[in-house]
């Protein structure tokens, strides 16, 4: 069965500065990864997946996360951070030929500071 | 990106009745649905996957009896909560994936519906 971590519950950061969120996975075979964010008392929102291809993927609002196999990672990073950045970010894995069935992190909560 | 919507975002009953949550993939069709809750600041916890033309499949310990769930339409799936009692507040929240890369289809969320059980 697969599963994702998500080691930090909250992640504090100043405005400017650059961010990361982590996100290591388990699951048989390729993985299919996924990060989502949610602002409080709304659905969650797609930034960005990683399928095949290069390693490093761009994704909404300046977001990118950088898969890497050797370390079952998909960290999820933005050059500067915004307060409007504030938000649940969840990672998601879906391994290759697994259907449509997502699996969630925990769940980590971003705060920027102005 | 797909717009997926919730109706209504936000219900209020007495203990003992049914509500229904509605779920709409508003600019493609989906055969497949799912149905998620969430408790306060926790993760997503799969409910059940809802198959248009076909009955759904429920995660284990998720009561089918009391989580009704129907696909009526390649846009549409509702989830009934029946005889709802306050330990089923929570917010619940849908999910359809669109596109055609199999396994790599990007899932929609909808807004979410909060639900509170007097």
Redesign the interface.
């Known amino acids: 069965a697969q599963s994702v971590a998500q080691p930090e519950d909250q992640v504090n950061v100043a405005e400017g500065n650059p961010l990361t969120v982590k996100c290591t996975y388990s699951v048989s075979g390729n993985p299919?990864l996924?990060w989502?964010v949610q602002y409080p008392?709304?659905?969650?929102?797609?930034l960005l997946?990683y399928?095949?291809g290069d390693n490093l993927v761009k994704g909404s609002y300046g977001f990118e996360a950088e898969f890497n196999k050797s370390q079952t990672s998909f960290h999820l990073k933005k050059p500067s951070a915004l307060v409007s950045d504030s938000a649940?970010y969840?990672c998601a894995v879906?391994?290759?030929?697994?259907?449509?069935?997502?699996t969630?992190?925990?769940?980590t909560?971003l705060k920027v500071e102005l | 990106g797909a717009v997926v919507s919730q109706h209504p975002s936000r219900v209020i009953c007495k203990s003992g009745t049914s509500v229904k949550i509605e779920c709409r993939s508003l600019d493609f069709q989906a055969t497949t649905m799912f149905w998620y809750r969430q408790f306060p600041k926790k993760s997503l916890m799969l409910m059940a996957t809802s198959n248009e033309g076909s009955k759904a499949t429920y995660e284990q310990g998720v009561e089918k009896d009391k989580f009704l769930i129907n696909h009526a339409s390649l846009t549409l799936s509702t989830l009934t909560v029946t005889s709802a009692h306050p330990e089923d507040s929570s917010f619940y929240i849908c999910s359809a994936p669109m596109g055609s890369s199999g396994g790599g289809d990007t899932q929609y969320f909808g807004p979410g519906t909060r639900l509170t059980v007097l």
């Open positions: 299919y996924f989502y008392n709304r659905g969650l929102q797609f997946k399928i095949t649940l969840f879906r391994p290759t030929g697994g259907g449509n069935k997502l969630f992190g925990t769940g909560q």
